[in-house]
């Protein structure tokens, strides 16, 4: 009987231990405060429209910070977009999307990702872009932006247009 019920309690126990990977935009706020305290929101600058969420924050002590996300129809989040006007702050930004890597997607690799994308941290360079089987990366870093965005995949599937012949695609000669 002791050994039924230590199999159920670890069974719930483990189960509990998942990640949520669906989260809205308090949650998501919320986790990365608390992941990182150089995370400052500020909630008189936070706006909603839609599906859409935009926040103003600090990150450390610079201001000019803003993260843009939007939602599916179930408000979790599918695709978080960060940008910053301190492009004299490039460790520290890096340092912010490596933060938002983590706890938006904690089973992802987060160094390789940083790799990828910032290795070489010049300014002017393109846009990068990094895939991996559920998300999608992307970063500029310009001289007047510095900008990153991660996609879920899973939530915001790619969409394929299929061939048809409706009747107004038929010509007759």
């Known amino acids: 009987m002791k050994k039924i019920a230590l199999l159920l309690l670890s069974v719930i126990f483990l189960a509990s231990c998942s990640v949520q990977e669906k989260v809205n935009v308090n949650l998501l706020t919320e986790r990365l405060c608390q992941y990182d305290e150089l995370f400052v929101i500020n909630e008189f600058l936070s706006f909603s429209q839609e599906n859409s969420n935009t926040v103003f924050f600090a990150y450390g002590e610079e201001k000019g910070f803003v993260m843009e996300t939007r939602a599916d129809g179930q408000g979790n989040t599918e695709k978080i977009n960060l940008a910053c006007t301190c492009t004299d702050k490039i460790d520290l930004f890096t340092q912010c999307v490596k933060s938002v890597i983590s706890v938006y997607a904690p089973d992802e690799d987060g ?9 070489d941290k010049q300014l002017n360079s393109g846009m990068l872009y990094y895939e991996t089987k559920w998300y999608s990366y992307s970063a500029r870093l310009s001289d007047d932006c510095l900008y990153f965005s991660v996609e879920n995949r899973k939530l915001s599937p790619r969409s394929e247009v299929a061939l048809s012949l409706k009747q107004n695609d038929i010509i007759e000669y």
């Not at 160094?111 to 290795?119: D, H, P, V």
């Open 111 to 119: 160094s390789e990702i940083m790799n990828e994308l910032f290795a």
